[in-house]
């Protein structure tokens, strides 16, 4: 994928790579949607306590799917067995039973499950990672929508149902009933580019770096080269990205992004 080379970048909102991954490298667990995320540093809401709120919640919306278990696994919840899915799109219905394993990371739901599919039936070739895991999307994007209504109910209806859809009806009638997103690195840009509704990477890193910081430099010019202050352009952009997406994913895509624009400089 060939992606753009930089342009009308503002003057000092985009960092040299030593500069701002040292700030990056600095960062805690703090940094990221920090009132949910200071609970849980104090153990308040950890999702591996038993008895904590936060998973008794959940023990009570998995009663909607009766064939998924929970089970402790070295301490740690684990949720698995057989998911009746059944869904419909453009009043077309479709059904299938997957043996799944959703794991939950200790810190959710300010990170999200990651789920495997047991049995084989999703090919290695098709939106799946190392190990049965699949991949349901840009972790960006994916986050943004599991925070409007963070819990069980809404990672399996949002985010894993429509995965599964997808590949069912694939298969069923060799066509896909929606596009998808490039693997890697171009899934990424892509996101971002439609995110911020920028087609410069160099401009989509600077906007990202705002995020990291969670300094959006209101009253300064906005890098996308508006000519309209932060505040008037991408501000309401930059915030829903930090609020709604853990800092260490925007660190990671953001060096993802920086390395591909430093790529493709050195092919002119």
């Known amino acids: ?8 970048v503002t ?37 591996y306590i038993r008895d904590s709120s936060i998973f008794r919640k959940e023990l009570l919306l998995a009663k909607k799917y009766p064939d998924l278990k929970w089970r402790w ?37 300010d990170n999200l499950p990651t789920v495997y599919e047991l049995d084989g039936q999703i090919p290695s070739d098709y939106h799946t990672n190392p190990g049965k895991q699949l991949c349901l999307g840009v972790t960006a994007d994916i986050g943004i929508i599991f ?21 069912i009806y694939l298969q069923k009638y060799g066509i896909a009933p929606w596009g ?29 770096s705002l995020a990291i910081t969670k300094n959006d430099r209101a009253n300064s010019l906005c890098p996308c080269g508006s000519g309209k202050k932060v505040k008037s352009c991408h501000r309401k952009s930059i915030h829903k990205l930090y609020t709604a997406v853990p800092v260490t994913t925007l660190v990671d895509d953001y060096r993802l992004l920086q390395n591909e624009e430093e790529k493709n400089n050195e092919t002119f």
Do not use: C
């Open 1 to 8: 994928m060939q992606l753009q080379k930089k342009n009308h």
């Open 11 to 47: 003057s000092g909102f985009h960092y040299s790579a030593a500069i701002f991954l040292n700030q990056m490298n600095q960062f805690t667990i703090n940094h990221s949607r920090p009132i949910s995320q200071k609970r849980f540093i104090l153990g308040v809401t950890s999702f």
């Open 73 to 109: 696994i070295n301490d740690k919840p684990v949720l698995s067995g057989i998911y009746h899915f059944t869904g419909s799109h453009k009043e077309i219905s479709l059904s299938q039973d997957f043996n799944l394993r959703i794991e939950f990371p200790e810190n959710y739901p």
């Open 147 to 167: 925070h409007k209504k963070p819990d069980l109910q809404t990672f399996i209806e949002k985010i894993l149902n429509p995965y599964l859809y997808r590949w």
């Open 180 to 208: 998808e997103r490039p693997h890697g690195i171009a899934g990424i840009y892509e996101f971002y580019s439609e995110f911020f509704h920028i087609k410069s990477i160099s401009v989509t890193i600077s906007l990202l």
